[in-house]
């Protein structure tokens, strides 16, 4: 195996040794233990970058790209994000304390959510944050009075569901008229939901906002251009309806990346070039004014620019029908196998040319807990060895539960050859921190 097969170009052997971001992943292992989530700052820099470049250059002046925080939040993602003038998407109380606490400028925050609590909404005014994704009229009201009451006017986006089936899988498609997400403009309630929030007197509509699911491998750029369609049709209804015309549209977040050779790389800044001559011309088209736009990345900012590093705990052949290779970690650090039969390519820590076919599999006590069937591994893995899972940069980490009182992982930086600690490994004690008869 060479470095171009690993998926990312970041991963590479040298001398039968795995290396990550350019340094040797089994000594990492050795100096932090295991397992442990690995980043390589200086791809998740330049995935900004490619974004920030790719809006700025195909949109305009005024149209960003904002970090989506649930694909891998904590404190030292949210200073990179600050360094790299991105703005952010925060979804719950958790990321909105961690964003601040970790100088995140609030003002560039937007705050989303549909089941948002008083207390949320109350932290979230208290703390400046720049604009709510407002979700449903519920949530319309509560946070017009709430403004009113500590005498500020608040900017607000519509969530809008624009009623598009993304094709990705049930779980994270968001866009469909029945989602949990957003008003739906097929049923005529998006177009009151507008003027319910143009008749706000303490909220400031600056446009509208929709997400029609995750991991959608846009090569033909085809959903997003339907979701542009969609909105911009919307926001022309509207303009003739009420006089409105929205200042910005967000599009919300979703390229795909690749986890195993066979799927496709998306071009993003491509993708966002046609993106972008479609809603210009499509705009001139039906005679609206071209909107500022938003994008919400998240997987594609981290995806590739994490690993997990485990131990090998157990090997354990079934006569005639399997081997497992058991290790350290599992479902607790890793749960899209076992939520979404997600594909992952595991690679081990010292190359070898003599394979074996095996599932790897957690330590918890669920059948369930497979981090990925059908790997070829070293036929002589044994107990001890290091193995790694690529791509697991983007809802691992933020997915990541103590199932069993397993403590998590730490999250270790890799950045021109050093690496920082980035979030220490939990210890049993923090694990039964909260427990009040111990
Ligand atoms: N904006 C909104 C409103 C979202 O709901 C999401 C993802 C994003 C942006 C970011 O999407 P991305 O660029 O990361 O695809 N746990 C699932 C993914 C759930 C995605 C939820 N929303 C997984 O592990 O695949």
Redesign the pocket.
Known sequence: MSGKDLISGNVSYDGGRLTFAGMDVGKIADEYGTPAYLYDENRIVDNCRMYKRAMKESFGEGSLPAY?G??AAFGYMYKIMSREGMAA?LVSIGELYTASAAGFDMKNAYF?GNAKTDEEISEALRLGVGCFVVDNPDELSVLDDMARKRGINQKILLRITPGIDPHTYEA?S?GKVDSKFGVPIATGQAAEFVKSALAAPNLTLIGYHC?VG??VFDTESSVYTDAARIMLDFSRDMRELVGYAPEYISL????GVRYVNSDPQVDIPKNIERLAEFMKCHSAEIGLPMPKVIT?????IVADAGMTVYTVGSVKNVKGYKTYVAVDGGMTDNP?YAL?RSSYTVVPAIESDEKMICDVVGKCCESGDIIQPGVSLPASTRRGDRIAVLTTG??NYS?ASNYNRIPRPPVVMIKDGETTLAVRRETPADVAALDLMI
Do not use: I
């Open positions: 989506a649930k694909a998407d989303h994270v968001t997400h995750s991991l919300g977040g979703g390229y919400e990345p998240g997987r594609s899209r979404y983007a809802y997915m």
